[in-house]
């Protein structure tokens, strides 16, 4: 999703962007991906490859999530590395933080408690990854290669096109997408809700990542080597259901079950590096929801 939203974004047209597919590149291949990245020789890399999915795919897959996921962050760190790329920008994700840690999150909190069970596989291979670009700078500065850097930004939660919808594999705003659409081309009086709907939640729209990633490809000197990338707001599970329902047109009621797992209460990102490094989000939910929706349907009449 991120990668193609990078791609789709007006400020992408001023590079030449390199974007193999997976089938066009296997990156759990070092071998391979290490030839690509000496064949191509990029003045910097963006690593927004991941096995990504909701909840119940986290639970589902933790050995996919926890392996596929150190094998991708290992293989195009460590190939860009050796074919001495100078710039890499690594997208991590908010899962690293512990789940008992003080909202807003900073960024000084990786590594300081005990990480949200349901996507711990998750969260450890990002923080894998996010490290071995710390030990990378660190050990560069020691041997004098003052050129290169590789940084970490630390996106919220995100939605937007090209997401995925199916409830095997979504997130919290596409599963709803679908759920809530479902009820209404169904007519059903009723949505369900895992939990009591209060749990916070951080949903950005993926377009907006888009634009601060390629922002920093442009200001990379300026750029922290740790970053939350946010809203610096929340909504409740309550709020995405409700803002979901107007924006599809279903009139129905919610019903809560709270015996299914919800994960972390609140996940809200401290913004202050962001906000003095000059980048805010420009689209509002309802905004994000429709075009969300709108590809959503355009998926479902392909």
């Given at each position: 999703m991120v990668g193609q939203?990078?791609?789709?974004?007006?400020?992408?047209?001023?590079?030449?962007?390199?974007?193999?597919?997976?089938?066009?590149?296997?990156?759990?291949?070092?071998?391979?991906?290490?030839?690509f990245m000496v064949a191509t020789n990029p003045d910097v890399v963006i690593?927004?490859?991941?096995?990504?999915?909701?909840?119940?795919?986290?639970?589902?897959?933790?050995?996919?999530?926890?392996?596929?996921?150190?094998?991708?962050?290992?293989?195009?760190?460590?190939?860009?590395?050796?074919?001495?790329?100078?710039n890499l920008i690594n997208l991590a994700s908010s899962c690293m933080y512990p789940r008992n840690a003080p909202n807003p999150?900073?960024?000084?909190?990786?590594?300081?408690?005990?990480?949200e069970p349901t996507n711990e596989g998750y969260a450890l291979a990002k923080i894998f990854a996010t490290r071995l670009c710390e030990y990378i700078n660190r050990?560069?500065?020691?041997?004098?290669?003052?050129?290169?850097r590789y940084k970490t930004l630390i996106p919220c939660n995100l939605y937007g096109r090209h997401d995925k919808f199916s409830p095997e594999h979504s997130h919290l705003i596409p599963a709803i997408i679908h759920k809530v659409h479902q009820a209404k081309v169904q007519h059903l009086a009723e949505v369900e809700i895992w939990g009591d709907g209060t749990a916070r939640r951080e949903f950005m729209y993926a377009g907006d990542l888009a634009g601060a990633v390629l922002q920093a490809v442009q200001d990379f000197s300026q750029l922290p080597d740790l970053i939350n990338i946010g809203l610096g707001h929340?909504?409740?599970?309550?709020?995405?259901?409700?803002?979901?329902?107007?924006?599809?047109?279903w009139q129905g009621n919610f019903v809560h079950d709270t015996t299914k797992p919800v994960g972390m209460k609140q996940?809200?990102?401290?913004?202050?590096?962001?906000?003095?490094?000059?980048?805010?989000?420009?689209?509002?939910?309802?905004?994000?929801?429709?075009?969300?929706?709108?590809?959503?349907?355009?998926?479902?009449?392909?």
């Open positions: 939203n990078i791609l789709e974004h007006p400020a992408a047209a001023q590079y030449d962007i390199v974007a193999p597919s997976s089938q066009e590149l296997d990156l759990t291949d070092f071998a391979a991906t290490q030839r690593h927004c490859a991941g096995r990504v999915g909701g909840i119940q795919a986290n639970i589902a897959h933790p050995v996919d999530f926890l392996v596929t996921n150190m094998d991708l962050g290992r293989n195009v760190i460590m190939a860009a590395h050796k074919a001495g790329v100078p999150l900073s960024e000084t909190l990786v590594l300081q408690g005990e990480l050990e560069s500065q020691q041997t004098g290669a003052t050129g290169v929340d909504h409740s599970i309550n709020d995405y259901y409700a803002a979901a329902a107007q924006v599809i047109g996940k809200l990102v401290d913004i202050t590096r962001q906000r003095a490094w000059g980048w805010m989000p420009a689209t509002a939910l309802s905004t994000g929801i429709e075009k969300a929706y709108q590809y959503y349907l355009m998926e479902q009449n392909a």
